[in-house]
């Protein structure tokens, strides 16, 4: 809802006298007014039981920051600020020189003035637990001059358990003044994010090591890894009992550095549940089989490696290896080795594998989807494994959400061929969340999907963005018996003709069992991809 000036005006009034509201949102909003902002902003020289700004996306600029400075200098007696977003808004260090007259005078850059001063005259009663500053267009200097608060700043240590400051210039200066502060122990801190600021992260990873000893998530994305990061990140790794996800999307981090990252964490047993990305950073074929340890005849610079080394992901649940160029050899080979018998990552449960098909020839192809199959087929399904999956282990792959989105060129999308994929959905019981954007399924995609989903009774979010108005329908028919499934829509390539066939053959039985298929007639047809001529069989048929 977009509100008038005066009516901002009208609202800021009204809650300087109510002491009730704690929390101030004003998100998303790029039409605000330079009056409406200054309007709120004045709100905090009567503050007193205000404790969240969050004024994300919105239009504050420099203006309003100085407006925001001079209330908090004016409300000597305000302490109460907890929660602080500002991200996606024009902070500037133009506004702290700007504002220089009620800073210091032997200093040129003050750094967010009003936080700073807000912070320093706070003292031992301070009591900020988030900042984000993602986008504000702050340079080293700027952020040098606020960590260099935050030294000076002890009380602050106890407090703070949040730190964003993506997509701003940390640069060689900010990031040894920022090490200097994480050094210290910052037993609170839980989250740090570093997205896209040319951190310096030999300096930064050490520091994090020695003082952020409760750190849960850290996210160095698009931050240049070197060799010199790859040791201070192992002992990192090797010290902490906390981590929950770690980001390195983008930073042209090596096969070897990954998989001595996976063998880290393997070792460390106190690292139960961790989460690790690793988008982005042109790992090819070569890294996919290094991380599933596990090479076919299709990739001969490999070799098979044992067992023991073969469970090294132990630890880790979640996976993101999106936008790698794995291409279709890659990401087979990757599938083999989490359904085969000698590897079983029995902790891993996400994985994303978008963007990473291929084509390059028909039998790498045929090979990719049969693997993607025995790979959703192995979570729980004892009857038709054994047919579709050679070397199956007794213990199943627990994946909840499988990710194989396309990409926008045509080489990189498995249009209908990913139906034997769609149609092992109806033997699976444990994967939950699946997409498979960008894939273009095309008519008989369609029917594999409107099959499976008739008997899956997991499968909660099926995110598709691959179908359109004409075959809404048709799913929403299909998923009549399963209220439990919840589909996303978007475009498709799939014409009238093919609604009307697949409604013909999808008449949902008025008692159960709704779809009903012989596990060797199953076999034979996906073996000669012949896929979608699978009927329903006779009622005394068992069910798999």
């Given at each position: 809802?977009?509100?008038?000036?005066?009516?901002?005006?009208?609202?800021?009034?009204?809650?300087?006298?109510?002491?009730?509201?704690?929390?101030?949102?004003?998100?998303?909003?790029?039409?605000?007014s330079?009056d409406?902002?200054?309007?709120?902003?004045?709100?905090?020289?009567?503050?007193?039981?205000?404790?969240?700004?969050?004024?994300?996306?919105?239009?504050?600029?420099?203006?309003?920051?100085?407006?925001?400075?001079?209330?908090?200098?004016?409300?000597?007696?305000?302490?109460?600020?907890?929660?602080?977003d500002?991200?996606?808004?024009?902070?500037?260090?133009?506004?702290?020189?700007?504002?220089?007259?009620?800073?210091?005078?032997?200093?040129?850059?003050?750094?967010?003035?009003?936080?700073t001063?807000?912070?320093?005259?706070?003292g031992?009663?301070?009591?900020?637990?988030?900042?984000?500053?993602?986008?504000t267009?702050?340079?080293?200097?700027?952020?040098?001059?606020?960590?260099?608060?935050?030294?000076?700043?002890?009380?602050?240590?106890?407090?703070?358990?949040?730190?964003n400051?993506?997509?701003?210039?940390?640069?060689?200066?900010?990031?040894?003044?920022?090490?200097q502060?994480?050094?210290?122990?910052?037993?609170?801190?839980?989250?740090?994010?570093?997205?896209?600021?040319?951190?310096?992260?030999?300096?930064?990873?050490?520091a994090?090591?020695?003082?952020?000893?409760?750190?849960?998530?850290l996210?160095?994305?698009k931050?240049?890894?070197?060799?010199?990061?790859?040791?201070?990140?192992?002992?990192?790794l090797?010290?902490?009992?906390?981590?929950?996800?770690?980001?390195?999307?983008?930073?042209?981090?090596?096969?070897?550095?990954?998989?001595?990252?996976?063998?880290?964490?393997?070792?460390?047993?106190?690292?139960?549940?961790?989460?690790?990305?690793?988008?982005?950073?042109?790992?090819?074929?070569?890294?996919?089989?290094?991380?599933?340890?596990?090479?076919?005849?299709?990739?001969?610079?490999?070799?098979?490696p044992?067992?023991?080394?073969?469970?090294?992901?132990?630890?880790v649940t979640?996976?993101?290896?999106?936008?790698?160029?794995?291409?279709?050899?890659?990401?087979?080979?990757?599938?083999?080795?989490?359904?085969?018998?000698?590897?079983?990552?029995?902790?891993?449960?996400?994985?994303?594998?978008?963007?990473?098909?291929k084509?390059?020839?028909?039998?790498?192809?045929?090979l990719?989807?049969?693997?993607?199959?025995?790979?959703i087929?192995?979570?729980?399904?004892?009857?038709?494994?054994?047919?579709?999956?050679?070397?199956?282990?007794?213990?199943?792959?627990?994946?909840?959400?499988?990710?194989?989105?396309?990409?926008?060129?045509?080489?990189?999308?498995?249009?209908?061929?990913?139906?034997?994929?769609?149609?092992?959905?109806?033997?699976?019981?444990?994967?939950?969340?699946?997409?498979?954007k960008?894939?273009?399924?095309?008519?008989r995609?369609?029917?594999?999907l409107?099959?499976?989903?008739?008997?899956?009774?997991?499968?909660k979010?099926?995110?598709?963005?691959?179908?359109?108005?004409?075959?809404?329908?048709l799913?929403?028919?299909?998923?009549?018996?399963q209220?439990?499934?919840?589909?996303?829509?978007?475009k498709?390539?799939?014409?009238?003709?093919?609604?009307?066939?697949?409604?013909?053959?999808?008449?949902?039985?008025?008692?159960?069992?709704?779809?009903?298929?012989?596990?060797?007639?199953?076999?034979?047809?996906?073996?000669?991809?012949?896929?979608?001529?699978?009927?329903?069989?006779?009622?005394?048929?068992?069910?798999?």
């Amino acid at each position: 809802m977009l509100f008038l000036d005066e009516e901002y005006k009208s609202i800021m009034l009204a809650l300087r006298y109510n002491p009730w509201f704690t929390h101030l949102i004003v998100r998303d909003n790029r039409l605000l007014s330079r009056d409406a902002a200054n309007a709120i902003m004045n709100l905090f020289r009567h503050a007193t039981v205000l404790t969240n700004l969050d004024v994300a996306n919105s239009n504050f600029t420099r203006e309003a920051y100085l407006t925001l400075h001079d209330a908090l200098v004016f409300n000597q007696s305000y302490t109460q600020l907890r929660y602080l977003d500002l991200s996606h808004t024009s902070v500037e260090d133009k506004v702290l020189v700007l504002n220089i007259a009620h800073a210091r005078t032997d200093q040129v850059v003050q750094g967010l003035t009003f936080l700073t001063s807000f912070i320093e005259r706070c003292g031992d009663s301070v009591n900020v637990e988030h900042i984000d500053l993602t986008n504000t267009n702050l340079s080293s200097k700027g952020l040098a001059a606020l960590f260099t608060c935050f030294k000076k700043c002890a009380p602050l240590l106890d407090h703070l358990t949040y730190l964003n400051i993506s997509e701003n210039r940390l640069d060689q200066e900010g990031s040894g003044v920022m090490s200097q502060w994480l050094a210290l122990p910052n037993f609170k801190l839980r989250t740090i994010k570093l997205v896209n600021t040319q951190a310096h992260l030999p300096l930064v990873i050490p520091a994090v090591q020695r003082g952020c000893l409760r750190l849960t998530e850290l996210d160095v994305s698009k931050n240049r890894f070197t060799d010199k990061v790859r040791p201070a990140l192992v002992r990192l790794l090797q010290g902490n009992d906390s981590l929950k996800r770690i980001a390195l999307n983008g930073t042209g981090l090596s096969v070897e550095a990954l998989v001595e990252i996976l063998s880290t964490v393997h070792n460390n047993n106190y690292l139960a549940a961790i989460a690790i990305e690793a988008a982005e950073n042109n790992l090819g074929p070569i890294g996919a089989a290094a991380i599933g340890r596990c090479a076919f005849d299709t990739c001969h610079s490999l070799t098979r490696p044992t067992a023991q080394q073969l469970r090294q992901m132990r630890g880790v649940t979640e996976l993101n290896l999106r936008d790698n160029e794995f291409g279709d050899e890659g990401v087979g080979s990757l599938c083999a080795a989490l359904t085969s018998l000698d590897i079983n990552p029995v902790t891993l449960e996400t994985l994303v594998l978008d963007g990473n098909f291929k084509f390059k020839n028909q039998k790498e192809r045929s090979l990719l989807v049969k693997r993607l199959s025995s790979l959703i087929l192995a979570s729980h399904c004892k009857s038709l494994v054994p047919y579709l999956v050679r070397n199956h282990s007794p213990r199943s792959v627990k994946l909840k959400k499988l990710s194989i989105a396309g990409g926008l060129r045509s080489s990189q999308q498995l249009k209908h061929e990913l139906g034997p994929v769609l149609l092992s959905l109806a033997h699976n019981t444990r994967l939950e969340e699946l997409n498979i954007k960008g894939h273009k399924l095309g008519n008989r995609g369609v029917f594999a999907l409107a099959r499976a989903i008739q008997t899956n009774s997991t499968l909660k979010v099926s995110d598709c963005m691959t179908i359109n108005g004409n075959t809404h329908s048709l799913l929403e028919h299909s998923m009549g018996r399963q209220h439990t499934h919840q589909s996303e829509f978007g475009k498709n390539y799939c014409r009238t003709q093919g609604q009307r066939q697949c409604q013909g053959k999808l008449r949902l039985p008025t008692t159960p069992p709704n779809f009903l298929i012989r596990k060797e007639q199953c076999h034979q047809l996906i073996s000669r991809n012949l896929w979608w001529q699978i009927r329903q069989p006779a009622r005394t048929s068992r069910r798999c």
